[in-house]
């Protein structure tokens, strides 16, 4: 008992100690932020959920689908809603506390609670088809196959669950560290596989139907004398694209290796919880200290590097067009040139937010405060990667608001 509180001291210390951003800027920054010319956009329509509260890393977030935008919050609400509009479709109220997903697939929609909840809904009206419970809470959106919903909990372990009747088929047990990041990363179904990373720097490729290990390789090596110092987590977006499986770990490496055998192609050393985005031959990773980087995914090689926006940046980059979107902790959101990384414009959090009537600054002083550089701004933080149609941009935010908008 004793030892459980002492890590569960660590782990909060720990979660706020690897934030990529601090909880407050400084003037310097604030100023550069306010020297950046603003872009020509057109709010579309808001959502309030409730607040991310101390899940301010919480991989849950909103899932688009044949042009319809599902959200779930913590308080158990889920909804779809039509995204060019953000009307409701349907909306359920379920006593869990969602902190994982939504994902779809199907008809299915599969998310995962704080109790260590699965629940499966009919995604055409909200309906619960089965909730099970598994080893622990839950961080990571649930994926579904066409047989199984595999879920990875925080403990390390992976279950999957028989897509009709919810019971378990096989479970894949793996000892995390004592101390790791908040947070596990989402695995990803290629194939007759799962791959999947884990807080001791290892990727592993995991059979669909039994759970039977395919490979391992080891994405970080642990260093240092400290708990801390020896964290390598595996904790962010996985990308897979032609038989290549792309990842990043904290105080370890980006990595490119073969999906088929775990065969490692090309390393670079970075830190980076957030995972990796990309486009064609591009690779972007936004590090721990909020650098946003473009390799080339052949060879691992820097395109070029974005340092301006350290210690703003909150998510990875989002691929538009030619452009780069990524929130920051002040609410901004910022536009980049995908070719070069120069910082193109942003949109400011205080005008989206009156625009859409998300929020009222004149009758909330506690927002206003969120830009004043003595005043901690973390409540208005972008909190994961914006999600795009190619029309529209869709920002999820600390305090549960959610903004839709378009280039004009």
Partial sequence: MIRSLIIGVCFLAVLSACESTPKKLDEEKLAYISSIKTISVN???????????????????????????????????????HADSGKHIWKKQFTDAFTA?????????????????????????????????????????????????????????????????????????????????????????TEDKVITGFANGKLVALSVDDGKMIWETTIAVPKG????????????????????????????????????????????????????????????ITDVDGKIWALDRRNGSTLWVQEKLKKIVTTTPLVVAENLIVGGIDGS???????????????????????????????STEVKNAFDAAHDIEDVRVISPPLSNGKQIFVPYQNGAFISLAYK
């Fill in 101 to 189: 997903g939504p994902n779809v697939a199907n008809n299915y929609l599969a998310l995962g609670t704080r109790d260590a909840g699965v629940l499966l809904l009919d995604k055409n009206d909200g309906q619960l088809i089965w909730k099970k419970s598994v080893s622990s809470e839950i961080l990571a959106a649930p994926q579904i196959s066409s047989s199984n919903v595999i879920v990875q909990s925080n403990d390390g372990k992976i279950t999957a669950l028989d897509l009709r009747s919810g019971e378990q088929v096989w479970v894949y047990d793996r000892n995390v560290p004592p101390l790791t990041l908040r947070g596990t990363a989402s695995p990803v179904i």
């Fill in 333 to 363: 959101i910022f536009s980049l040139a995908k070719e070069d990384g120069k910082v193109l414009g942003r949109v400011d959090y205080q005008w989206l937010g009156e625009e859409t009537g998300i929020i009222n600054l004149a009758e």
């Fill in 225 to 284: 004398r400290s708990e801390l110092e020896r964290m390598v987590d595996v904790d962010g977006l996985i990308q897979v694209h032609d038989d290549t499986v792309y990842v990043s770990s904290f105080q370890g490496r980006a990595v490119a290796l073969t999906a088929g055998t775990g065969r490692i192609l090309w390393t670079r050393e970075m830190s980076s919880h957030l995972g990796v985005s990309m486009a064609n031959d591009l690779l972007f």
């Fill in 43 to 81: 709010p579309l329509w808001s959502v309030q959920l409730a607040d991310h509260g101390i899940n301010r890393i919480s991989k849950q977030r909103a899932t688009l689908s044949d042009k319809i935008l599902y959200v779930a919050d913590h308080s158990g609400l889920v909804m779809a809603l």
